[in-house]
């Protein structure tokens, strides 16, 4: 299922525009020189998300040509609603010393609260700035809500936050319970703030894998727990989307025939399993990820009742990169009752794009390919095309292959348990592969067709 998040150009009014300065925003959805981003969380079946269309009722408070527009899906979660993305519309600080006046026009069919939230990442982690509830006074009309900031009073307010700097707007437009689905329209956010920052636009996608990830080596079915792959028959019910209020969009994408993840506006992506699964006796995890803006993800297993046990996994060389790692180095994790997944940028989270594929828990031998081995190295395909996937016992620091004029054609610095070489610009012929590993060199070699 594919989720959105929607672009979209804004008007930003601004009195006094210098920073440091208190100044006059205006946010709107007509068309404009400033871009901004927004997603949307826990709306059940509907997947639009958010959209900016032609005032359907211009009169009134509101006489703009283009307001946002959302849609809160009948089986949509309590808190179903839609936020922008970190600092696309700027930075900003609430005045700290007096009540800050927000106003936000709705248009409803129902008399049902529009919570609105600040929220900041502040050193500590994601933090609230605000937090306030209004009802319409009227329906299938625009309204006027006002909502009062002030650092005083203990109505949600946090001036610790607040200081950081607020760079994100959270609506939830429709609080639950609903029979059917309710279509809110917004528009016209206003608010006077020191402004910190001018909006930080999240980068352009990055340009999909041409070469799909290396095809996993054929297991006995047993011996396999997949999450994600095209080889294995993957769990039933696994959700990989809008689990935990992500910005990520993730969706799948075809790569050379094969299905491929694709995670957009990456910050986080929580993986759940219909049910709890057993993993003890198995003894490691694989994963390949496409060498892309974000050179370091996190990869966490959680088990229940446990938090994150997370492995540092560095995607630095070209191409596909193919990581198996003990689970013995999930140190706590409690393999009967595994739950949940977790990937997440580092050190820091940020609007970057993410390709990964082959996700799948494993234990004994590899079963009907043909393979050299070295007591310490397994190499397949072989022979090979377009990727060559070589596994060690420990961790490989040095891959190098050499043709058969003896010419090193290839080299790269693993430093874990497996690597992918993209073979696809080698030519035909017989390459020979030296691994290092503890310390010692062994060789093997592989058929190039």
């Not at 191409?319 to 999930?330: A, Q, V």
Request: charged residues 15%; contains cysteine.
């Amino acid at each position: 299922m594919k989720k959105q998040v929607l672009t979209f150009s804004l008007i930003l009014l601004l009195s006094g525009f210098s920073f440091g300065q208190l100044t006059n925003y205006d946010f709107t959805f007509e068309p404009g020189t400033t871009q901004g981003f927004w997603n949307y969380f826990e709306n059940g079946s509907n997947t639009t998300g958010v959209t900016f269309e032609a005032n359907p009722v211009p009169g009134g408070v509101n006489s703009s040509a283009t307001v946002g527009k959302f849609t809160a899906a009948s089986d949509g979660g309590e808190w179903a609603g839609c936020e922008s993305l970190y600092g696309t519309l700027g930075k900003w600080r609430f005045d700290g010393s007096n009540p800050t006046t927000v106003t936000i026009d709705v248009y409803k069919t129902t008399f049902t609260p529009v919570w609105l939230k600040f929220t900041s990442t502040n050193p500590a982690g994601q933090g609230t700035v605000f937090i306030g509830s209004q009802i319409p006074s009227a329906i299938n009309e625009w309204v006027t809500l006002t909502y009062i900031v002030d650092f005083s009073t203990t109505g949600g307010e946090n001036n610790a936050d607040n200081n950081a700097g607020t760079n994100q707007v959270v609506l939830h437009v429709d609080q639950a319970p609903r029979t059917e689905d309710h279509i809110v329209y917004f528009d016209n956010l206003k608010f006077t703030a020191t402004k910190l920052a001018d909006p930080i636009l999240p980068p352009d996608p990055i340009t999909p894998p041409t070469v799909h990830a290396p095809t996993p080596p054929a297991r006995i079915p047993a011996d396999v727990v997949s999450i994600y792959s095209g080889q294995y028959a993957d769990l039933a019910g696994t959700e990989i989307g809008k689990n935990w209020g992500e910005a990520t969009i993730a969706s799948d994408i075809i790569v050379e025939g094969d299905t491929t993840k694709q995670l957009l506006q990456f910050n986080y992506q929580g993986i759940v399993l219909s049910s709890p699964i057993n993993l003890v006796g198995f003894e490691k995890i694989h994963i390949d990820f496409f060498q892309t803006d974000q050179a370091q993800i996190k990869l966490s297993i959680i088990n229940v009742g446990g938090g994150d046990i997370t492995k540092l996994l560095v995607v630095a060389n070209p191409g596909w990169n193919s990581f198996d790692i003990p689970l013995t180095e999930f140190v706590g994790l409690n393999l009967a009752t595994v739950h949940q997944l977790k990937l997440e940028g580092a050190p820091t989270q940020g609007n970057t794009t993410v390709f990964f594929d082959n996700l799948y828990f494993y234990k004994g031998e590899i079963l009907g390919n043909k393979t050299f081995k070295d007591s310490k190295i397994n190499m397949y395909p072989n022979p090979v095309k377009n990727s060559l996937t070589i596994e060690a016992n420990n961790y490989i620091t040095k891959v190098a292959v050499f043709n058969s004029f003896g010419q090193e054609v290839l080299s790269v610095i693993p430093d874990r348990y497996s690597t992918t070489l993209q073979t696809n610009n080698l030519a035909n012929g017989i390459y020979i592969v030296k691994a290092t590993i503890d310390g010692k060199v062994a060789t093997s070699k592989f058929v190039k067709k």
